[in-house]
């Protein structure tokens, strides 16, 4: 192995554009002449818009143009990319999401006017003295009121506020396992709302050339491709030939940059309107109400086991908040992403998964790093860890009795999917083994000496990555393709340009794909240029979301270098004069077998570009090879994540002593990368289970809409952690990897929760709902029994 | 509107501001230094970290005619060219940064805690950093970080 080739630790090459403070953020590009555009926003969760009146606005110093839903009505609305179906083939209810509020608002930061000036100071003094009369109805917050109706519905398309009624399983096999259960396990639980918090905030430039008649957006966007076909194709009706859609460096997205948004199709039809760029950047407290939120998912759980601790049966009801509209992919999350999943590690043989997904007066939820998967795994890990500790049974031996073990590959669930490989005992070995879990009856004997309570929680999580088969996502109401593109461009001097539709926010594309690349043509990373987030440079691509960058993008990369290798070889095979079967490439060499006549990937490069002595008949000149991929199945990352928790029981306060997360992603491209995506996964998993929650009142109004009340995860917050990884490569994809980037959001919080309950396990204490905040925790010490040790 | 001079990574500019510019758009939009980013508006998440007169300041939080007659350093002016600062480079090294948003602030933010105090114990670093937010690295590697520069700086130092 090469120093920088697949398995090596490189170091980014990114860093030092970041480090010096020269990356290029869409904030930090301006354009000439442009303008700047503030949009005036909702106070209310639910209100008809009787009257708006923008004239004294509109004579405002330095005010270029105010606008309002009017001038949409001939637009498009923002389209939903999957069409969910449920109960009986009804299919999903599907309300217009204007650009613009129109007669109505239906969360606190809905858009409704946009105002556009010379500075954003007179932008925002101009939003002032705009008039507008509300009338203010009961606003929709609560998922079960919303069910109940009582008239008050977010859209007259629902009168009910169900968007769909979905399930996934068989009803009579499960209704069957649990009426000959030894043993049931119930659990009701909240999965809490996050916001996403990216740290860049959303901005976006629109800008018109009346000369080319071109549109250009520059965005926050995790798949810029996306944007253009959504707001090209759907709401402005540009073709694509005349948008470029640029994503520079994209300050982290976390799923929340995946979705089209208003504010970027409205300052790309502003551009044109005015004839003036329009640059428009979100402060924080925008973020907060109109980025797509996470989770949002009430839950009840049943399982039924045998006398052994064997899982019979899971039965779950969840009620799944869409907020007020449905974006992008919001219907696919608490479906597709959530029910497919609960079979865990788990040779669970009936499973059934009912998700009514519900509107409310509060902002939509989307995909958040992991979506979907760690609601399916924290309900599914937090009754194992219940079941056991009412079986009497461990947490590891709950888990290892219902593992699926590994001459079981590939293994077919009860929720659809089948899983290709996995060894669930190798990482639970490796977990208890770093975790030192021999060794915790000790710390707990000392931590109970110190007053404190000591808890272990175990989390053995699967999630489905690598999205995904066109074919299969398509039969279950996607509206898209999801395959990758990669485009090679072998240079005349054997320098490459790879043109790739995987989108980097923070992964770190431009050393692991260069990595590949190096690997794959035996050439120097230095000679590798890897191009992305730009559509006039990518000729296709779907972006970077579910963990998919390497697991599809980098086949589809593979792919291309398989064809531009090849090609060579005829190349090679003609200089040489010798058969193409002879020629075998090693180490950026073409040589003929037997012999030791050979011609570097250089000089072949050449030849491509100065064709004199060439298989002129046989192949076209040049060295330039585009590949797609489409994913045969989902790739299935596992592994098992240990928490350790002191608590104490005066304060509540709770400290993670130890945190090990053991996991199986397949092939390993950068160890330091790889473990760098883990701990942030971790570092937002455990904000979910300890600190965060986007709350609402009765009224919509999100309580939490600033860093001042959202409790972010900060350097004191969390410990360091021991992560390691386990191998079982991928069987369908070239490079025989799984996609490591949600993981540690998926698997933390069940273990941060189990371990918090087994703590607390003396005072009779079984669940206590997230975020476990040192008050919560403080009230079910005091409201539960009196701790057995005490007496 | 006042006239200011302020000292900008070793250069004096003099320029005309709004009496209520902040800093950091001061930085931004006037001197066209856009490493010094903005990711709150109620100072909290410390993007905006530059140093004045050699200590950590929020950007965001200072006006631009605060910094009049004192010596601004941005993360543009801290390494010496291509070559990284310590700090800068061991961020690199021990894989400190992923989106790149919040690490000109963590970087400076870091300078500061390295100059008051050269040698921090793991939770002494992850309560500095109390004042800036990371959503990608989990922080673990910005400690490791910042442990390996206060290292390489101190050997540094006992060599000179």
């Known amino acids: 192995m090469s120093d920088t080739g697949i398995g090596s630790a490189v170091k980014r090459r990114e860093d030092f554009r970041f480090l010096k403070g020269i990356g290029k953020y869409t904030d930090d590009i301006n354009q000439p002449n442009q303008t700047y555009c503030y949009f005036l926003r909702s106070p209310l969760a639910h209100a008809t818009i009787n009257s708006i009146d923008t004239s004294a606005a509109e004579r405002a110093e330095g005010v270029v143009a105010v ?243 064997k899982a019979l049966a899971l039965k779950t009801d969840t009620l799944a908040n869409m907020g007020a509209y449905l974006s992008t992919f919001a219907p696919c999350i608490p479906t597709w992403l959530h029910g497919t999943l609960l079979a865990g590690q788990y040779t669970t043989p009936a499973i059934h998964c009912n998700v009514k997904a519900i509107f409310t007066n509060t902002t939509p939820v989307d995909a958040y790093r992991g979506a979907g998967r760690p609601e399916a795994t924290y309900l599914l890990e937090r009754i194992m860890s219940k079941a056991a500790a009412e079986m009497g049974i461990g947490q590891e031996e709950i888990r290892r009795r219902n593992f699926i073990k590994p001459d079981q590959f590939p293994y077919q669930t009860p929720v659809a999917v089948v899983y290709d490989t996995g060894d669930y005992d190798a990482s639970m070995d490796k977990a208890l083994e770093l975790a030192d879990y021999a060794g915790f009856g000790a710390r707990k004997s000392k931590s109970a000496a110190e007053g404190k309570l000591r808890g272990v929680g175990f989390a053995s999580y699967i999630e489905a990555c690598g999205i995904a088969p066109s074919s299969l996502v398509g039969s279950l109401g996607a509206r898209a393709g999801l395959y990758e593109a990669a485009t090679v461009r072998v240079n005349p001097t054997g320098s490459v340009s790879v043109m790739t539709g995987s989108h980097s926010h923070g992964q770190g594309h431009a050393t692991t794909f260069a990595q590949v690349v190096a690997d794959k043509l035996g050439i120097p990373m230095d000679q590798v240029e890897i191009v992305h987030g730009d559509t006039d440079k990518v000729p296709f691509g779907m972006g970077t979301y579910g963990s998919r960058s390497l697991a599809v993008g980098g086949s589809a990369l593979v792919n291309a270098l398989n064809k531009i290798i090849d090609k060579g070889k005829t190349i090679a095979a003609h200089l040489m004069e010798a058969s193409e079967g002879d020629i075998e490439f090693v180490d950026g060499t073409y040589k003929v077998k037997g012999t030791d006549k050979e011609k570097t990937f250089g000089e072949i490069a050449l030849t491509a570009y100065v064709p004199h002595q060439y298989p002129i008949e046989q192949i076209e000149p040049g060295l330039e090879e585009t590949a797609f991929y489409d994913p045969k199945n989902f790739t299935y990352p596992a592994g098992t994540y240990i928490c350790e928790v002191e608590i104490d029981p005066a304060t509540g306060q709770t400290r993670i002593d130890k945190f090990v997360a053991a996991d199986d992603f397949g092939n390993v491209v950068n160890p330091m990368i790889v473990e760098g995506q883990v701990h942030g996964g971790l570092v937002q998993g455990i904000g979910q289970a300890m600190l965060e929650f986007a709350a609402y009142d009765e009224n919509g109004q999100l309580q939490t809409g600033s860093f001042m009340d959202y409790t972010m995860p900060r350097a004191d917050d969390v410990p360091s952690f021991d992560v390691t990884t386990t191998v079982t490569p991928c069987t369908h994809n070239p490079l025989g990897v799984k996609g490591c980037g949600e993981a540690g959001a998926i698997g933390a919080p069940p273990a941060v929760i189990n371990a918090i309950c087994d703590a607390l396990s003396a005072y009779g204490v079984d669940h206590i709902d997230m975020p476990a905040t040192p008050e919560k925790i403080w009230r079910a010490i005091n409201a539960g029994e009196k701790p057995m040790a005490a007496e | 509107m006042p006239e200011i001079t302020v000292t900008v990574n070793g250069k004096a500019v003099t320029k005309t501001v709004d009496a209520n510019t902040l800093l950091v758009d001061f930085l931004r939009n006037d001197l066209a230094l856009t490493g010094t980013h903005v990711g709150c508006d109620t100072s909290q998440c410390g993007a905006c970290v530059v140093h004045m007169n050699g200590r950590s300041v929020k950007a965001c939080t200072a006006f631009a005619a605060q910094a009049d007659g004192q010596q601004v350093t941005t993360i543009e002016g801290l390494a010496d060219g291509t070559e990284l600062h310590p700090v800068q480079a061991a961020f690199k090294e021990a894989h400190g940064l992923q989106c790149g948003f919040c690490t000109p602030g963590m970087v400076m933010s870091a300078v500061d805690l390295l100059a008051t105090n050269p040698s921090p114990t793991e939770d002494e670093i992850r309560s500095w950093l109390k004042g800036n937010i990371c959503r990608c690295t989990g922080y673990h590697n910005i400690v490791k970080a910042i442990q390996m520069a206060a290292n390489e700086m101190s050997q540094k130092a006992a060599a000179e």
């Open chain 1, 67 to 309: 606008f309002t839903g009017e001038h949409f009505t001939e637009v498009g609305g923002i389209p939903c990319g999957w069409l969910v179906t449920g109960k009986d083939e009804k299919p999903m209810v599907e309300p217009r999401h204007p650009i613009l509020a129109h007669g109505k608002v239906r969360h606190v930061g809905d858009p409704i006017v946009a105002v556009i000036a010379e500075s954003l100071q007179q932008a925002k003094d101009a939003a002032d003295k705009i008039n507008i009369d509300y009338g203010e109805l009961p606003a929709v917050v609560d998922m079960k009121k919303a069910l109940e109706g009582g008239g008050t519905a977010v859209h007259d398309e629902a009168a009910d506020n169900m968007c769909f009624d979905w399930e996934l399983g068989d009803k009579a096999a499960v209704d069957e396992a649990f009426a000959k259960a030894h043993h049931v396990t119930k659990l009701d639980l909240v999965n809490n709302r996050l916001v996403p918090n990216a740290m860049e905030p959303r901005a976006a430039i629109g800008v018109y050339d009346m000369a080319t008649e071109d549109y250009t957006l520059v965005t926050t966007s995790q798949n810029p491709h996306v944007i253009r076909l959504l707001m090209g194709a759907f709401v402005l009706g540009i073709p694509e030939h005349k948008l470029r859609v640029w994503a520079p460096d994209v300050g982290g997205g976390f799923g929340s940059k995946i979705y089209h948004y208003a504010e970027e199709a409205f300052v790309t039809w502003g551009a044109k309107q005015i004839g003036r760029p329009i640059k428009w950047v979100a402060e924080r407290s925008e973020s907060f109400l109109t980025d797509a939120h996470g989770r949002d998912h009430v839950s009840h759980v049943e399982m039924a086991f045998d006398e052994n601790g």
